[in-house]
């Protein structure tokens, strides 16, 4: 039997865009199965004591910066340090994920499509257009999968994973569980495959 991960993340998350491929790797080294879980992490702010990127001190909005560069460079990805499109509200591009997946589609892949647009290719995923387009990229059906983002259905899933990620303590992204054990961020990705053993 496989072992699970649940995956919580958010499509305007430069720091799940960095650590994506590099949990995919890890996902296919370990044959893991992975609950993906997509969460609205502007809402858990206020209950964990985060703060939009607006209201950060200027020496944290600085630094943040660094990091991303120094991150990009060492992950060997593209990332523009100030995105055409972004901050935007990542909902819609996080429910079509969940409509992915539950279409059996590849979510974790689509997940990725749209964190690089956001990232490297100034793209807006808060655009129904662009998200039938980044969809129908990978072979999926984007306009059937828009529609069904759209349902009460995942938006209920959608609060679902909001409120699991809450109770189960998580306040960044990206973040994963395994065996009940959190390791929050993309530079912890090491810790998780030394406890997947």
């Keep these: 039997m496989p072992k699970t991960v649940d995956y919580f993340f958010v499509n305007t998350s430069p720091y799940s865009y960095l650590g994506s491929r590099v949990f995919d790797a890890l996902v296919e080294k370990h044959k893991l199965s992975v609950n993906i879980m997509p969460f ?30 120094r991150w990009s460079k060492f992950r060997g990805l593209k990332l523009n340090l100030a995105p055409a499109h972004f901050p935007v509200s990542s909902g819609l591009a996080d429910r079509l994920v969940i409509a992915a997946d539950l279409a059996g589609a590849d979510a974790r892949a689509l997940a990725h499509a749209l964190l690089a647009a956001t990232w490297a290719e100034e793209r807006n995923i808060s655009d129904e257009a662009t998200l039938t387009d980044i969809a129908g990229s ?16 995942i938006e209920a899933r959608y609060e679902g994973n909001t409120n699991e990620a809450l109770e189960r303590g998580v306040f960044g992204a990206p973040c994963f569980f395994y065996e009940g054990e959190m390791f929050w961020g993309q530079d912890r990705l090491d810790f998780l495959e030394r406890a997947i053993g």
């Design 138 to 153: 990978l072979g999926m059906d984007g306009g059937a999968l828009l529609e069904t983002a759209k349902s009460s259905e």
């Design 40 to 69: 609205n992490l502007i809402a858990l702010f206020p209950k964990t004591g985060g703060l939009p990127l607006a209201k950060r001190a200027p020496e944290r909005r600085a630094y943040r910066l660094v990091e991303l560069e």
